[in-house]
């Protein structure tokens, strides 16, 4: 099983900062099989990011993703009031599909 | 539209048995992974596992397996997770999804949550 390690476990930021937000496998995520997902309270996940770097339908251009291997990176530039929230990764490449443990982005 | 519609909330006891669903429609239901996620209070999600109802193909998270059963009838685009014999710990938001031919979950149900006191 691959285990996915988020960092940090939450990040204070005001708004209109830019957000970094950490993803690393235990070994390595085939074919970057790697997504980012944000849940805003009393909400089911969203899907940001696909394929380690492609937005989703509808996703603003604010999110970005990067990364392959046991490293990916979760951007979001210019930190607007929806975007605090929890985020999670997850890998899909090998079974179990696991997620990581979530960096919650509040506000500072 | 893509939809996925679950089934409402569920309170029981310790030993019931249960069995929720998701309903997709808007796509066609039998050529998409369906996946369950867990997510107990204040706690991350947690894969649980997925079925293919096309040929009703099933991987279980190793962690589930023995737990609980998935299924599907592709005929009512219709995909379920059962419990035979619930626990307290069993207490959570149980999510459907869609997995995208891109990649993620790209659709998702609106949560079932199921609560097991005695």
């Known amino acids: 099983e691959i285990v996915l390690t988020q960092s940090p476990g939450t990040l204070s930021l005001p708004p209109g900062e830019r957000a970094t937000l950490s993803c690393r496998a235990s070994?390595?995520?085939?074919?970057?099989?790697l997504a980012w997902y944000q849940q805003r309270p009393g909400q089911a996940p969203r899907l940001l990011i696909y394929g380690a770097s492609s937005r989703a339908t509808g996703i603003p251009d604010r999110f970005s993703g990067s990364g392959s291997g046991t490293d990916f990176t979760l951007t979001i530039n210019r930190l607007e009031p929806e975007d605090f929230a929890v985020y999670y990764c997850q890998q899909y490449g090998s079974s179990p599909w696991t997620f990581g443990q979530g960096t919650k982005v509040e506000i500072k | 539209e893509v939809q996925l519609v679950q089934s409402g909330g569920e309170v029981k006891k310790p030993g019931e048995s249960l069995k929720i669903s998701c309903k997709g429609s808007?796509?066609?239901?039998?050529?998409?992974?369906i996946g369950w996620v867990r997510q107990m209070p204040g706690k991350g999600l947690e894969w649980m596992g997925v079925?293919?109802?096309?040929?009703?193909?099933?991987r279980y998270n190793p962690s589930f397996q023995g737990q609980v059963t998935i299924s599907a009838d592709r005929s009512i685009s219709t995909a379920y997770l059962q419990w035979s014999s619930l626990k307290a710990s069993d207490t959570a938001m149980y999510y459907c999804a869609r997995r995208s031919e891109l990649g993620g979950f790209d659709y998702w149900g609106q949560g079932s949550l199921v609560t097991v006191s005695s």
């Open positions: 079925i293919f109802p096309g040929d009703s193909d099933i």
């Open positions: 070994q390595s995520v085939s074919s970057s099989y």
């Open positions: 808007g796509y066609r239901f039998f050529s998409y992974w």
